[in-house]
């Protein structure tokens, strides 16, 4: 990487005292989980090419034609955090996201094809068409929903690893944030509280670099998200957010110390956001250099040589991200034929007491 | 004291307790009838600052009632995921004031998550934010802001104003399976009354604490009592007032409204919040498009509530300011 960006150095410390166990995943592991990250990749390509012209914003004007409207934030070159930590979730372990949560959401398990249909709004979308990107959530698997408020998942994944505790059940939560969060109230008073009570909670810092449109960096005191963890006492590791056996590797010793009732962790990912901070925002605010030397990281190219280097050949390789273009080429086929909701579908799931009570 | 039964006991008949011991008392018998009714804030462990968790620890576990670091934004936001995930929590938000720390986790994540996810969870929770003035609590632990609540979709709000009401009027809230932004109010704690517990109250039902033939005063929360002491005043003067306590605001019993107003042909709307944008313009409004009646509001002057007991006298909508408001009322149109 060329010393004239300025990307924050990824410091993979040699001091992780939980890193106990450095087995790699083997290839069946690997190419299971670069498949993941090709239906990730695969499906918010397909969602970018069909809200063209669906939103105003960044000096475009929304038409009508566009299938998928309203912003939408991607992910693309972060698939390997979502995968990577996902991997080791079971379904019943509780999960909140971010407003860039179709990764988050793919790789809990949830159906690429209902998330197709709720971002084309139509009735058969997990949320009946009432969410769209923002709000996409698949709750049957224990994904409590993507947010548009930053940093407002983690509360809810404190509680829910409360509720955990209460109940006697031994599930657990993980909560997705980006590095916009840290600076968000919410943070620093989950991080306590998770802390103060030991909860079963993997914060997950899903560093990109940038706050929307402004670099984070210059927003953000200290050293980073782990420093600001280890300073409630909570331990933290910081790993390389391109490579998904770096992060397979990291989040699986951090969920076993969870899940074994250890109290919270945290794991610093950094990655990079290749797109603009929504589908139509040409990000002409940084340095074109920036973007291209992360993309020479490109999570799934990493993951391609990490698989040729493991013995698999090229074409059960791309056989995966070919069966991720038919699934996602699937799922859009039968999103614009699925049916829109019905108009009397606004006025329900708002509340029982009083409803039907819409004016005074 | 109250003395909470212990679990399995019956609740027994009506006895004499305080609005702060009713709470204590229904939150109690939510929790021995539901294992998943759980209660969580400041100060909880030690009864809560208005007493109004009194012996709910000791009686339960400190897993159920649970004390918290001050992050409102926390308490509210990990009772979205308590309700999401199974339980039942009541947030103690200890003032409004406060909760005002947490408006994004009671209004863009508990009051909308259930429609926003297309119905995929339910967010059974209540949520207690204790409003009115406080003597000499001055600026911001005195405010009266169930207006803002009723404006936002998803949200039930409650405002009992007395012992038995806020015992009945839990327990409604607590099964009505709904995110309820329910205010005590500050000044009504040690406010003793009769509570039988086998009375139940169905929310958006209000009641006629008074009636009355010559005009109608609505009001809920402290200001019930205010407008009791006014329609005794105008008593004295020949104008008989009908008392009506809306006890929910959202939704509000336009039923019984307005069929009082059919009666008296008058209603004047008093509560202690500012007027301009109070929840009693939204009253006047409906019955303006309606209802044939004369209409007339009262609430406190729109300057934040003062200190020192002259200033903050300016700011208590009291049985005086109620019965001139109604007397002009009563003389309009004549």
Request: with cysteine; proline share 4%; hydrophobic share 45%.
């Amino acid at each position: 990487m060329a010393p004239a960006l300025s990307l924050v150095p990824i410091r993979l410390s040699d001091d992780h005292p939980e890193m106990t166990d450095d087995s790699q995943p083997d290839a069946d592991r690997l190419l299971g989980l670069y498949h993941t990250m090709c239906r990730i990749r695969a499906f918010e390509d397909a969602a970018e090419e069909a809200s063209r012209g669906g939103v105003s914003a960044f000096g475009q004007t929304s038409g009508t034609r566009a299938q998928v409207r309203g912003p939408l934030h991607l992910s693309t070159g972060q698939e390997a955090v979502a995968t990577g930590v996902c991997a080791h979730l079971r379904r019943d372990d509780w999960l909140t996201s971010t407003h860039r949560g179709h990764g988050h959401t793919i790789a809990k398990g949830a159906n690429l094809e209902r998330m197709m249909h709720e971002l084309f709004g139509r009735a058969s979308g997990f949320c009946g068409g009432k969410g769209g990107s923002m709000h996409i959530a698949d709750f049957s698997v224990g994904m409590l929903g993507a947010n548009g408020v930053v940093a407002a998942g983690i509360p809810i994944a404190v509680g829910a690893a409360q509720s955990m505790r209460v109940q006697g059940r031994d599930a657990i939560a993980v909560t997705f944030f980006g590095d916009g969060a840290l600076n968000r109230g919410p943070f620093a008073e989950g991080l306590n509280w998770a802390a103060a009570f030991e909860l079963p909670v993997l914060f997950v810092c899903e560093d990109n670099r940038w706050s929307a449109t402004t670099r984070t960096e210059a927003m953000s005191a200290g050293e980073g998200a782990a420093a600001r963890a280890r300073g409630f006492g909570v331990p933290a590791l910081e790993v390389d957010g391109m490579d998904v056996a770096a992060v397979w590797q990291a989040a699986g010793e951090l969920v076993a110390r969870v899940r074994a009732g250890d109290g919270p962790r945290l794991l610093h990912a950094l990655t990079y956001r290749f797109k603009g901070h929504v589908s139509v925002d040409p990000a002409a605010y940084r340095d074109p250099r920036e973007l291209a030397a992360a993309m020479n990281d490109d999570p799934l190219l990493l993951a391609q040589g990490r698989l040729r280097e493991l013995g698999v050949g090229a074409e059960m390789i791309e056989a995966r991200m070919w069966a991720a273009r038919e699934e996602v080429a699937a799922a859009l086929a039968s999103a614009e034929a699925a049916p829109w909701p019905a108009a009397s579908a606004a006025f329900e799931d708002v509340q029982d007491t009083g409803s039907g009570r819409w004016f005074s | 004291m109250v003395q909470l039964s212990t679990p399995g006991e019956e609740e027994g008949g009506a006895r004499v307790m305080t609005y702060s011991e009713a709470a204590a008392a229904a939150l109690a018998r939510a929790m021995r009838a539901d294992a998943s009714v759980v209660a969580l804030g400041e100060d909880l462990g030690r009864g809560g600052i208005f007493g109004q968790y009194r012996g709910l620890l000791e009686a339960f576990s400190a897993a159920r009632v649970i004390d918290t670091p001050i992050s409102e934004a926390t308490i509210a936001g990990s009772a979205v995921g308590m309700a999401l995930t199974g339980l039942r929590p009541v947030v103690e938000m200890r003032v409004v004031d406060f909760a005002l720390c947490a408006m994004d986790e009671i209004v863009n994540q508990a009051a909308k998550n259930r429609f926003m996810f297309g119905g995929q969870g339910r967010l059974p929770m209540v949520i207690r934010m204790p409003i009115g003035i406080w003597s000499a609590s001055a600026a911001q632990h005195s405010q009266s802001l169930e207006a803002w609540f009723a404006h936002v979709p998803g949200l039930v709000v409650v405002c009992p104003s007395t012992p038995q009401d806020n015992y009945a009027l839990l327990q409604a809230a607590l099964a009505s399976g709904d995110p309820v932004a329910y205010f005590e109010h500050k000044e009504l704690w040690a406010t003793q009354g009769e509570v039988d517990p086998a009375h139940t109250v169905e929310l958006g039902r209000a009641r006629i604490a008074r009636p009355g033939r010559d005009l109608t005063i609505v009001s809920w929360s402290r200001t019930v009592h205010e407008s009791l002491e006014a329609a005794q005043l105008l008593a004295g003067e020949g104008i008989e007032a009908e008392v009506i306590d809306l006890r929910t605001i959202w939704p509000w019993d336009r039923e019984t409204v307005e069929a009082s107003a059919q009666r008296t042909g008058r209603v004047l709307v008093a509560h202690e919040a500012v007027q301009v944008a109070g929840f009693g313009a939204e009253i006047v409004a409906t019955l303006a498009e309606h209802a044939d009646a004369l209409l007339a509001r009262v609430g406190a002057p729109r300057a934040p509530v003062g200190y020192s007991p002259p200033l903050e006298a300016q700011a208590r909508v009291g049985a005086t300011a109620i019965a001139a408001a109604a007397r002009r009322l009563a003389r309009r149109g004549r």
